[in-house]
Nanobody
Framework: QLQASGGGLVQAGGSLRLSCAASGTIYSNYYMGWFRQAPGKERDFVAALTWRNYKRYYADTVKGRFTISRDAAKNTVYLQMNSLKPEDTAVYFC??????????????????WGQGTLVTVSS
């Protein structure tokens, strides 16, 4: 089970940190990812990391502004979001890919999903 938190309302240029706490075991072959879904749009990849070797992946739209990280002792993944823009407004979901798929950016490859946390960026 994944529990996402940390969303809220922030002004453009501000920062937020999202957390995703996993209640079960995160195995070394897992990808842990963040996705987002804006109203009326599809769910899009934001960032992911491999639990084994901490390799990180980012969507071009957030590269340089967002950072994905983890605390293995707490079974928690974070998404630090800086320089937020109104177009970052969305519900953010954390997810786990438990079967070592070939790409961590594909929504359909993820097996477990958190409930989502709303991020609203005002202009």
């Amino acid at each position: 089970q994944l529990q996402a938190s940390g969303g809220g309302l922030v002004q453009a240029g501000g920062s937020l940190r999202l957390s995703c706490a996993a209640s079960g075991t995160i195995y070394s072959n897992y990808y842990m990812g963040w996705f987002r879904q804006a109203p009326g749009k599809e769910r899009d990849f934001v960032a992911a990391l491999t639990w084994r070797n901490y390799k990180r992946y980012y969507a071009d739209t957030v590269k340089g502004r967002f950072t994905i990280s983890r605390d293995a002792a707490k079974n928690t993944v974070y998404l630090q979001m800086n320089s937020l823009k109104p177009e970052d407004t969305a519900v953010y979901f954390c997810a786990a890919d438990a079967h070592a798929s070939t790409s961590p950016t594909i929504t359909e490859e993820y097996d477990y999903w958190g409930q989502g946390t709303l991020v609203t960026v005002s202009s």
